[in-house]
Nanobody, 122 residues
Framework: QVQLVESGGGSVQAGGSLRLSCAASGRTFSSYAMGWFRQAPGKEREFVAKINERGGGTAYSDSVKGRFTISRDNAKNFMYLQMDSLKPEDTAVYYC???????????????WGQGTQVTVSS
């Protein structure tokens, strides 16, 4: 069993930065590929970024590529999302997800966090 808790959300002006954290409980964090997803009001949840068990194999959605950076610290059981050059369209609830063997997807993830709100004003 893995529990995921996101933190670091908040309100920021366009062009600003935020760093989201995802804390994982349990001793098997390093066995899970991880991902960040987001859901804006009235829209479906969408993929943001992913990272493999060892901290490599990163990939990003086109909308955040070059602005967001995903990373993880297996010794501390944390995953991060550094968000720079934020835009109003980045406003959403951000979720972290975990899955063994494969990258997590919207339809196939073993565990989800409760989400953290990010609001970007123009």
């Amino acid at each position: 069993q893995v529990q995921l808790v996101e933190s670091g959300g908040g309100s920021v002006q366009a062009g600003g930065s935020l760093r989201l954290s995802c804390a994982a409980s349990g001793r098997t964090f390093s066995s899970y590929a991880m991902g960040w997803f987001r859901q804006a009001p009235g829209k479906e949840r969408e993929f943001v970024a992913k990272i493999n068990e060892r901290g490599g194999g990163t990939a990003y959605s086109d909308s955040v590529k070059g602005r967001f950076t995903i990373s993880r610290d297996n010794a501390k059981n944390f995953m991060y999302l550094q968000m720079d050059s934020l835009k109003p369209e980045d406003t959403a609830v951000y979720y972290c997800a975990a899955r063994r063997i494969h990258y997590p997807t919207i339809r196939n993830s073993d565990y989800w966090g409760q989400g953290t709100q990010v609001t970007v004003s123009s």
